[in-house]
């Protein structure tokens, strides 16, 4: 059973940044590619980016390609989120998520482990 909390979500203006961290607890952390998902109030669940258990590979959904950046540290047991230049419609509830299979998921059921979330607000 895999743990995951996320943490570092908050208040930002837009054009400003924030950085999301997921820590990982409970399996063997780099067996498990990470997803990190969003999800805006009265709006289903949508992909954001994958990392694969090595973090040699990643995958972005096209509203957030060069804005935001993943990268794991697995002697950390960590995964991170660097989102840039945020826009308001980047406003959700941040999760990260675990699969321990390969390949570029981005339906939330491919998913094994979630967790709780973490709020990030835009601003203009």
């Given amino acids: 059973q895999v743990q995951l909390v996320e943490s570092g979500g908050g208040l ?5 940044s924030l950085r999301l961290s997921c820590a990982a607890s409970g399996g063997t952390f780099s067996s498990y590619a990470m997803g990190w998902f969003r999800q805006a109030p009265g709006k289903e669940r949508k992909f954001v980016l994958r990392i694969s258990q090595s973090g040699g590979s990643t995958y972005y959904a096209d509203s957030v390609k060069g804005r935001f950046t993943v990268s794991r540290d697995n002697t950390k047991n960590t995964v991170y989120l660097q989102m840039n230049s945020l826009k308001p419609e980047d406003t959700a509830v941040y999760y990260c998520a675990a699969d321990r299979d ?3 998921h981005t339906n939330p059921q491919q998913y094994d482990y979630w967790g709780q979330g973490t709020q990030v607000t835009v601003s203009l």
């Fill in 102 to 104: 390969m390949g570029i």
């Fill in 12 to 16: 930002v203006q837009a054009g400003g």
